[in-house]
């Protein structure tokens, strides 16, 4: 695949690394000298120091020959034009852009939400972008999934399906330390698969020798009615969240409220715990900020929450709204540094679970360090959303996990693939990927495979691999069968 970056900041270098690592063909475009200098020396492609918004540089780059562009500048009007442009010549292409004007991805949800009709079928998308990727949207999207399960750790959910993969870590009363994987189902009659193993910082695919140790991060693979059993065989310990405390009122803040308070979702904990609530009152919800303005617009819109126009870190604040004694701390400022710090601070005073908006993947493992529970991380987010919609018809999704390490992979098996007519044991590649689930075509319901479990065409499956092999896994399985 071949593919054209507009922009060569964060999210621009990450993007480029990780199709590169998949041997994918990248040609990245920026106008700033230094910039396109730093990209050359880190990345192994073509870097082209010029404007990415003109057409001649865009066709000499080769755009006649790529399959997809991706506008991440900081402006998003070039970022819309450029997509504009290049759709007035190349339809066929795909165009993904980075906004970050919340009007700009408002206005065109709207459209798309009320005129689905019109802009549908051979009607040429606004602006022509396939999709547009709003950095605090994903952000707060990713935030409110952990809140809704529990704050825990990182969990993935998957649609129409009871399964979840968690990650938490090994107790140090837990029956499975010091035990292989192959004897730790003889302790419990639940179904459940370990996906991920970190040890001593280095994650791994596991395998049936593998041991398990106190301290160890694990992905846990399960329904969600033997969540609770399970978290007590591992040692882990969860309580159920009712007071929560939102730090920033910004956009970040105000979607998270939003959704936790309007979302019928049902909750981590009403599953876990049996109970019948499935959101969160506005009466449990704190919401503070500096910024009296944002204060005050917050006040508006959820009247029954108790707004605080203060600074979080103030320890008269904390000790007089007792935020000690609150279940859950977001904090989801713009200030990734003070977000670590304060939510670090808080957890060692007595609050239960945090969660902390963090700049990248790289911050994740020393948020969890200093004792954050949940760390986002905003522009990763960005990342994934954009590598989502890079992959292809057959592929529905993919998460980056173990800090980038590894890519859980939402997986349609097409008719042509080599798999069909298969058993899991004979394409299984132990340290590449793992098959986690697979919803065979036409059933309802997803199902932890075996080794005998036979692949069919229209099997969802979903796989964790080595984000390195991610892109040979997927063409693997995309092989055509021979005669």
Not at 26 to 40: G, K, P
Not at 204 to 211: D, E, N
Request: glycine content about 6%; proline content about 2%; some cysteine.
């Amino acid at each position: 695949m071949k593919t054209i970056i507009i922009g060569g900041g964060f999210t621009g270098i990450q993007l480029a690394k990780r199709l590169i690592n998949e041997k994918n063909d990248v040609v990245l475009i920026d106008n700033d000298e230094e910039t396109a200098r730093h990209a050359s020396n880190r990345l192994d492609c073509s870097v082209i120091q010029a404007d990415g918004n003109n057409l001649q540089v865009l066709e000499d780059a080769g755009i006649d020959k790529a399959d997809a562009l991706v506008c991440v500048t900081d402006s998003d009007e070039v970022n819309m034009i450029t997509c504009s442009l290049v759709d007035a010549v190349y339809p066929k292409l795909l165009k993904i852009a980075r906004v970050r004007n919340y009007s700009y991805y408002l206005n065109t949800s709207t459209v798309n939400t009320k005129h689905a009709d019109t802009f549908s079928g051979s009607h040429r998308p606004i602006y022509g972008i396939d999709f547009m990727v709003h950095p605090d949207v994903e952000a707060a999207n990713a935030i409110v999934e952990a809140v809704r399960n529990g704050a825990v750790s990182d969990v993935l959910t998957f649609d129409n399906s009871d399964f979840e993969l968690i990650r938490l870590t090994v107790g140090e009363n837990s029956k499975v330390d010091g035990q292989k994987l192959q004897n730790i189902r003889s302790l419990t009659d639940k179904v459940f698969l370990i996906a991920y193993v970190e040890s001593d910082g280095k994650a791994s695919l596991p395998s049936g020798s593998t041991v398990l140790h106190k301290g160890d991060s694990i992905g846990l693979l399960t329904k969600q009615e033997n969540v609770s059993a399970l978290f007590t065989l591992f040692g882990f310990d969860v309580k159920e969240i009712k007071k929560i405390a939102l730090v920033g009122a910004d956009r970040i803040g105000i979607n998270v409220a939003e959704q936790m308070i309007q979302t019928k979702k049902q909750s981590f904990f009403a599953r876990l715990f049996g109970t019948k609530s499935s959101f969160w009152n506005a009466k449990d919800l704190l919401i503070t900020d500096s910024d009296e303005n944002l204060c005050k617009q917050a006040s508006e819109r959820f009247p029954e929450a108790s707004v605080f126009c203060a600074d979080a870190m103030d320890e008269g604040f904390i000790q007089e709204e007792n935020l000690n004694q609150f279940d859950l701390v977001i904090c989801a400022t713009h200030n990734y540094e003070k977000n670590m710090v304060l939510a670090a601070y808080l957890e060692s005073i007595g609050v239960t679970r945090t969660i902390s908006l963090v700049s990248s993947s790289a911050y994740s493992n020393i948020a969890r360090k200093l004792g954050v529970d949940v760390p986002v991380p905003l522009r990763d987010s960005v990342v994934d959303s954009i590598m989502s919609h890079l992959r292809g018809k057959t592929v529905k999704e993919i998460h980056s996990i173990t800090n980038g390490e590894h890519e859980v992979v939402e997986y349609v098996l097409s008719p042509a693939s080599y798999l069909t007519g298969k058993t899991l044991k004979e394409i299984s590649d132990p340290g590449s990927f793992l098959v986690l689930l697979i919803q065979s075509a036409g059933s309802k319901d997803y199902q932890i495979p075996t080794g005998n479990t036979v692949f069919s065409a229209g099997d969802h499956l979903i796989l964790v691999t080595q984000a390195k092999e991610t892109k040979r896994v997927l063409e693997a399985f995309n092989g055509e069968r021979q005669g």
